[in-house]
């Protein structure tokens, strides 16, 4: 297309790089009033450092360190926006305004801020439970319903280096030679006094090797702990490299993954309690998560609610109580699978007796125990002619034996959650439950990008799973109170 002479559109080239140029007269001139990086400032402000474990003291002996308070927030505000490692970290404190602004021109280098993130795991993993008090205090949570759900997250270590006891055995065994071997080399090389730089390298080598046994000999204890074979009876696999993680299958693939548990409130969605497990089955984390979040925020819930993962009866029990009820459906309450006939459902337990009854009126007792601990209790027919005499043999039961029923030591219990699930409050409850407990791992992984732990050990993923908790809320705050200045003024207000 050709305009018309005086119609021409000029590019714009900018300034020359060697024009000069007036920067704002001052630091807080560099962001805007609204801009979300002053909110974390404020918050971490709002904090007590030593209520999280963070040691925090002006009149420390020794050389100047940078400020815990300031770390704090470059870690915060660095993985809110995706940049969590120390290396990216370092070069957004030269280049990013924002960071720039938020560590008032300071700069720290990557091993600072890596070693201040490992030193300071334990109170990292505190900052979520002062985070939920703040959010008390301005009336952001209710603590009345709470959601529980889970997502798996890559723990740091390849999926190559997952093996079992007897692969570990085999390794300590070699390197116990090799570091024979070394020892002896260095005392040979020693007494001839032969040339130094041979030396430093078989003592290079020797402690490459002996911090590889110290990991072999990690792996080894963590077998012990969990046990050489899991409840299907296949060999247990840990990882070398983060022997604390958890064998399971994710996202990407089988791996080391860590379980990342969350306690979402109902009132904004805000998370109160977050965990991070190796066990990749639900059904052993309700009370647990539960009971933490609730002493985060000092106050008991109302009803705590999960998907049909959490279905555990003794963990119900736990939980259960005249102020607290349980909302977590039975795994054939959700399946689409259509009831089977002659179902358990279908036979009639008759307390006085302690016994079943068939839909044909025929009786089964109290056999015996289905396992140790007397959970599990099995009535059986009285007799197994009884069964094959029926017009329903083969479709009831095809034991010669006859029909068995296993009963649960807490049957009533269980009876009397999925009648309550059933109810509409819970159903209402329970569709409330995605909507809310799973925003924040949608936000987590595709917002923030986060799909990998840096830090190694059980410890360091709670760190890294309650600083990306922290990130949540805060954004969600920020949408709450009307944007950043409306955070800072309500913190500002305590």
């Known amino acids: 297309m050709v305009l018309e002479r005086g119609l021409e559109m000029a590019y714009r080239h900018g300034e020359e790089r060697d024009q000069l140029v007036l920067f704002p007269g001052c630091l807080d001139e560099y962001v805007g009033p609204d801009h979300p ?10 904090l007590d450092l030593s209520a999280l474990g963070i040691e925090e003291n002006e009149n420390k002996v020794g050389p100047p360190e940078y400020a815990p308070g300031s770390m704090l927030k470059l870690l915060l505000y660095g993985y809110s926006v995706g940049i969590k490692s120390s290396r990216k970290l370092e070069r957004a404190v030269h280049e990013n305004l924002a960071f720039i602004w938020l560590m008032r021109n300071m700069k720290p280098d990557h091993k600072t801020i890596a070693e201040f993130r490992r030193k300071n795991r334990e109170g990292l993993r505190e900052a979520l439970k002062s985070c939920a008090r703040v959010c008390l205090k301005l009336g952001l949570i209710e603590g009345n319903i709470l959601f529980v759900d889970s997502t798996k997250v890559r723990a740091n270590g390849g999926r190559g280096q997952n093996h079992d006891q007897s692969w570990y055995r085999r390794q300590r065994q070699e390197l116990d030679g090799r570091i024979n071997r070394l020892l002896q080399e260095v005392e040979s090389v020693d007494a001839s006094e032969a040339e130094l730089g041979s030396l430093v390298k078989m003592q290079e080598e020797l402690v490459r090797t002996g911090r590889l046994k110290e990991g072999i000999e990690r792996a080894l204890s963590e077998l012990e ?12 696999r840990v990882n070398r490299v983060d022997p604390e993680s958890g ?8 791996g080391a993954y860590y379980a990342v548990q969350t306690v979402v409130d109902d009132g904004h969605g805000l998370i109160v309690g977050t965990d991070a497990v190796a066990e990749a089955n639900d059904s052993h984390q309700l009370s647990g998560q539960v009971l933490a979040a609730e002493d985060n925020l000092k106050r008991g819930c109302r009803a705590a609610c999960g998907d049909s993962g959490y279905a555990n009866l003794e963990e119900f029990e736990k939980l259960e109580s005249a102020e607290r009820k349980v909302i977590v459906p039975a795994k054939s309450q959700v399946s689409r699978r259509p009831v089977k006939p002659f179902s358990k459902s279908e036979f009639t337990y008759d307390p006085e007796s302690d016994g079943y009854y068939c839909p044909q009126g025929h009786r089964l007792t109290f056999r015996r125990f289905q396992d140790r601990a007397g959970k599990k209790l099995e009535y059986r027919i009285q007799e197994g002619r009884t069964c094959q005499a029926c017009p329903e043999f083969g479709r009831c039961t095809a034991s010669p034996l006859g029909r068995t029923i ?9 009876e009397r959650m999925e009648k309550r699930f059933k109810e509409p409050e819970a159903q209402e409850i329970y569709k409330r439950r995605k909507a809310r407990a799973e925003h924040p791992f949608g936000y987590i992984k595709k917002v923030l990008g986060f799909g ?12 890294e799973a309650s600083i990306l908790a922290v990130c949540f809320n805060l954004r969600r705050m920020i949408t709450i109170l009307g944007g950043t200045q409306g955070l800072i003024g309500r913190l500002a207000a305590l």
Do not use: C, T, W
């Open 37 to 46: 990086v002053r909110a974390y400032d404020a918050f971490v402000e709002a």
């Open 225 to 236: 702990v969990r046990g050489v074979r899991s409840k299907n009876g296949q060999r247990r």
């Open 247 to 254: 064998i399971m299958k994710g996202p990407q693939g089988s």
């Open 406 to 414: 296993v009963r649960h030591r807490s049957e009533e219990l269980k």
């Open 452 to 463: 990998q732990f840096l830090l190694r050990g059980r410890l360091g993923a709670q760190a």
